[in-house]
């Protein structure tokens, strides 16, 4: 009976049409609290409507005892008019402290109600965002006006790079066309002409090979003195000793020592000897050939010797009437006996024609034909010409595939975060220097921790940019490669607000824009839960 007379205390009656809740009640579950009979929020039972706050846990789900702390599962609703209702947990009603502002979860009396005051305050911070969200939303409408202004010009370069890739790559092919037309001609032409200087090329070699070994047979005749086709040891060192000896009386007295001279032998020899003195004064003439070309660049121009003019060799005098005295010439000494330059830069006169006829046997050779030349000319001119196509076009094909690639990416269904790519911003901590590149990467004091990966989807696959992804930077020390999500808010300035590393690796930015500003409802549009 007891049980019952509480119950039907803390619980408030029906006053006209308007359902008076149970204390704590939450006014989302009004319909649980119609009619005589309750029933639990979870369906499992009912019973008469007394029993609702009678402090005895009746439901499983607590749903019978919002204003006690019979249940341990259950939820007091704090109404905190002026302010905003909350949910606590029935555990914590009439416990002593005062958790509602407006102290509805302790006796009448006990708590102050400041609902009002924290009310206000809710109520000036909402004022300064939404002050801020203006701002921010004006600052988008010019992004905005912005990236669809740069989306134009993008659209109308792609245009225009694609009739002017086109138009170059149907020049390119029909110079491509063309250039391998000619070049089978050119190509067999040279081949032909290549085969008759490697014959010329090889009968030259041939032709001295044969001299050097006419040369060496005589020089066998000139060591066989007596003529009997043999060739003794005596005879031998006697020709190694002469002047005209071709072979060294070293290489002479080896050959002696080794017993029985072969006449073969000996012929190689003389032969190797030849090629060996003949290859010693091509590097002769080649070094000489470059020191009068360096005393050729040394030698003085006429031009660079003065003259003097018959005004210079009269007396001359001063403004003052007074006569300027000439110093009497620097006496000039001899040279030296071994100093040769000026014999050399003679020497270099002379030879100048003589060096423009002295062209090699091989280089004589190797000079196409008129037919031949213009072949190669006419191929050449093609190739030239297709390469100089070939680079207009890839110059062209480069340029749009860069602008397709900016116009592929997403900047907000109105284009509002363009004016970010391009920009970054940093935010330093008391351990490091975040930097994020919108569209590009993020970077912590210089490292690579991720590159822009597009837009975080929400669990039903759409975007409401309202989260970028930039993944695969560097790698951890045996870890994964590191990434950065980025949170996107509404800010008046475009502003890193905080930078962390939740998990190894994984950093997490909040990132401030007037991109992401949308339009703010006035106070009286704004539905009041106070």
């Not at 009448?108 to 305050?121: P, R, V």
């Not at 659209?155 to 138009?167: L, P």
Request: with cysteine.
């Amino acid at each position: 009976y007891q049980r019952r007379v509480r119950g039907l205390s803390l619980l408030l009656l029906f006053v006209g049409a308007t359902v008076a809740l149970p204390r704590g009640a939450d006014p989302r579950n009004a319909n649980l609290y119609k009619g005589s009979q309750f029933h639990c929020a979870d369906g499992s039972q009912s019973f008469p409507m007394e029993y609702v706050n009678d402090d005895y846990c009746d439901c499983k789900d607590g749903s019978d005892e919002p204003g006690t702390a019979a249940c341990l599962n259950g939820q007091f609703y704090c109404t905190n008019k002026h302010f905003k209702g909350q949910l606590i947990s029935s555990s914590r009603v009439d416990d002593g402290i005062c958790d509602c502002c407006d102290g509805s979860d302790e006796i009448s009396g006990k708590c102050i109600n400041n609902c009002k005051e924290l009310g206000a305050h809710i109520a000036e911070e909402a004022r300064k965002i939404r002050k801020e969200q203006a701002m921010g939303f004006n600052t988008r409408l010019a992004y905005v006006a912005d990236g669809k202004a740069a989306k134009g010009r993008r659209d109308n370069d792609i245009a225009t790079f694609r009739a002017e890739e086109e138009k170059l790559r149907t020049e390119m092919d029909e110079r491509k066309a063309y250039k391998d037309e000619v070049e089978g001609p050119a190509t067999e032409a040279k081949k032909a002409a290549k085969a008759i200087w490697d014959k010329a090329e090889e009968d030259r070699k041939a032709a001295e090979k044969a001299r050097h070994r006419a040369t060496a047979e005589m020089e066998i005749g000139r060591i066989d003195k007596d003529t009997n086709g043999e060739i003794s040891q005596d005879e031998l060192l006697e020709y190694a000793k002469s002047e005209e000896s071709l072979l060294p009386y070293e290489e002479a007295a080896q050959l002696v020592e080794g017993g029985d001279i072969e006449v073969a032998t000996l012929l190689d020899m003389i032969q190797t000897e030849i090629l060996n003195k003949e290859e010693n004064r091509r590097k002769e003439e080649e070094e000489e050939k470059k020191r009068k070309e360096a005393a050729r660049a040394k030698k003085p121009k006429l031009r660079d010797v003065h003259v003097p003019s018959p005004v210079e060799e009269e007396e001359l005098w001063g403004e003052d009437g007074k006569k300027i005295e000439r110093h009497p010439p620097r006496e000039i000494e001899e040279p030296d006996e071994d100093f040769d330059d000026f014999e050399d830069y003679e020497e270099v006169d002379d030879d100048l024609e003589e060096e423009e006829d002295d062209v090699s046997p091989v280089r004589n050779t190797e000079t196409y034909d008129a037919e031949t030349q213009k072949l190669i000319d006419r191929f050449e001119e093609a190739e030239k010409l297709y390469n100089v196509a070939k680079s207009q076009h890839e110059n062209v094909n480069n340029q749009l595939r860069e602008v397709e690639k900016l116009s592929d990416m997403d900047f907000g269904n109105e284009e509002e975060f363009f004016v970010l790519k391009g920009q970054c911003f940093e935010k330093k901590d008391e351990k490091y220097k975040y930097k994020l590149c919108p569209f590009d990467r993020s970077d912590q004091d210089g490292t690579n921790i991720g590159r822009w990966d597009g837009w975080g989807k929400l669990s039903d696959g759409s975007n409401n940019y309202s989260v970028m992804m930039y993944t695969k930077g560097n790698s951890c020390w045996n870890g994964p490669q590191r990434s950065t999500k980025v949170e996107v808010v509404c800010g008046s300035e475009n502003k890193i607000v905080s930078a962390s590393e939740p998990a190894k690796c994984e950093y997490a930015y909040v990132f401030a824009t007037p991109a992401a500003c949308h339009k703010v409802q006035e106070e009286n549009e704004i539905h009041d839960e106070l």
